[in-house]
């Protein structure tokens, strides 16, 4: 049994470290974003989810190229259309979409699997109380 223990505890550990590392950046982009209109000059589409492009843009007077995932619903960018991107000053390659929240993606992947494991025993609960 304590094995089990030590393995979801240190398995749940990894899981926040790997969301909080994905969500660094996030939480630097809604606080401290700058913004830019892109000219898309590569696309790269997904069968797993949105796929994404990659953007060419002025940032501080320099020319700078960053990965910028597609919109889960609505029109997905062509080659040479120009798109309007938020990015960090700090590090103008960390950019997105402008106006999106990427975190979507995140909290379905930290939602959903806990729902599913806990799911048999939150309906074997409410079944014995009621």
Same mark, same amino acid.
């Given at each position: 049994?304590?094995?089990?223990?030590?393995?979801?505890?240190?398995?749940?550990?990894?899981?926040? /470290?790997?969301?909080?590392?994905?969500?660094?950046?996030?939480?630097?982009?809604?606080?401290?974003?700058?913004? =830019?209109?892109?000219?898309? +000059?590569? /696309?790269?589409?997904?069968?797993?989810?949105?796929?994404? &492009?990659?953007?060419?843009?002025?940032?501080?007077?320099? $020319?700078?190229?960053?990965? &910028?995932? $597609?919109?889960?619903?609505?029109?997905?960018?062509?080659?040479?259309?120009?798109?309007? +991107?938020?990015?960090? =000053?700090?590090?103008?390659?960390?950019? #997105? #979409?402008?106006?999106?929240?990427?975190?979507?993606?995140? /909290? *379905? =992947? *930290?939602?959903?699997?806990?729902? /599913? =494991?806990?799911?048999?025993?939150?309906? #074997?609960?409410?079944?014995? #109380?009621?």
């Amino acid at each position: 049994m304590y094995g089990w223990l030590a393995f979801t505890v240190l398995a749940g550990v990894g899981f926040c /470290v790997g969301a909080g590392i994905y969500v660094r950046d996030e939480v630097a982009l809604d606080l401290h974003h700058r913004y =830019a209109v892109g000219r898309v +000059i590569d /696309v790269h589409t997904s069968v797993r989810g949105p796929g994404s &492009v990659r953007v060419s843009y002025l940032a501080d007077g320099r $020319q700078v190229e960053a990965w &910028v995932e $597609q919109p889960w619903f609505g029109r997905d960018a062509d080659v040479d259309d120009e798109v309007r +991107i938020e990015y960090l =000053a700090s590090d103008p390659t960390v950019a #997105r #979409r402008a106006g999106a929240h990427d975190l979507v993606g995140v /909290v *379905v =992947a *930290v939602g959903v699997p806990p729902l /599913v =494991a806990l799911a048999p025993a939150l309906l #074997r609960h409410r079944r014995h #109380r009621a």
